[in-house]
Antibody, heavy 118, light 109 residues
Framework: EVQLVESGGGLVQPGRSLRLSCTASGFRFNTYWMSWVRQAPGKGLEYVANINTDGGEKNYVDSVKGRFTISRDNAKNSLYLQMDSLRVDDTAVYYC???????????WGHGTMVTVSS | EIVLTQSPGTLSLSPGERATLSCRASQNVDNNYLAWYQQRPGQAPRLLIYGASARAPDIPDRFSGSGSGTDFTLTINRLEPEDFAVYYCQQCRTSPLHTFGQGTNLEIK
């Protein structure tokens, strides 16, 4: 079964760090770009970051540039999001997603909740 | 950056009716790299349509996508109870990040 499973979310104070993980199974992970998408409570979807197949190209939405780092370990079929200097407005469910045909996200994880609060 | 504007914000219909959802782009979406997603409460989004009009695997044929350039439409025929959800469009062409629309909430009338 093709699957993405996120972990690492939780409650964290503003200014602190958190690292999210996403483990892939059922497909050749190292042949796909991968992405993180977030959704604040009651809000829409926001594309956070993406990374190419070998990790050499990374892109970020402006609001997280310099604070978040996307990475991957193809040997472990895993995608990561290192989140530093967290802010209250980073509170959201974070999904990892796989872009498939014509770059549409055909596989999504179940999401992991990140709450930034003092 | 391409901005996607979805309308209406909320659509109230009854089961069995037809829903027509709009997604308008601020610039041309090359080669119709436009996707539609459904999100039910508490669930991750699910891909419905890619390439503006191609149905994803296992998506019922009552869902159809159309349009080109800057104007795209998702049509849902004969609404079923499980179709009442939030729908998002996404442009998947202009790098580096593929922006989403703000969503349309399809609710039971």
């Amino acid at each position: 079964e093709v699957q993405l499973v996120e972990s690492g979310g939780g409650l964290v104070q503003p200014g602190r760090s958190l690292r999210l993980s996403c483990t892939a199974s059922g497909f050749r992970f190292n042949t796909y770009w991968m992405s993180w998408v977030r959704q604040a409570p009651g809000k829409g979807l926001e594309y956070v970051a993406n990374i190419n197949t070998d990790g050499g190209e990374k892109n970020y939405v402006d609001s997280v540039k310099g604070r978040f780092t996307i990475s991957r370990d193809n040997a472990k079929n895993s995608l990561y999001l290192q989140m530093d200097s967290l802010r209250v407005d980073d509170t959201a469910v974070y999904y990892c997603a796989r872009p498939g045909r014509l770059w549409a996200f055909d596989i999504w994880g179940h999401g992991t909740m990140v709450t930034v609060s003092s | 950056e391409i901005v996607l504007t979805q309308s209406p914000g909320t659509l109230s219909l009854s089961p069995g009716e037809r829903a027509t959802l709009s997604c308008r782009a601020s610039q041309n979406v090359d080669n119709n790299y436009l996707a539609w997603y459904q999100q039910r409460p508490g669930q991750a989004p699910r891909l419905l349509i890619y390439g503006a009009s191609a149905r994803a695997p296992d998506i019922p044929d009552r869902f159809s996508g159309s349009g080109s350039g800057t104007d795209f439409t998702l049509t849902i025929n004969r609404l079923e109870p499980e179709d009442f959800a939030v729908y998002y469009c996404q442009q998947c062409r202009t790098s580096p990040l593929h922006t989403f629309g703000q969503g349309t909430n399809l609710e039971i009338k």
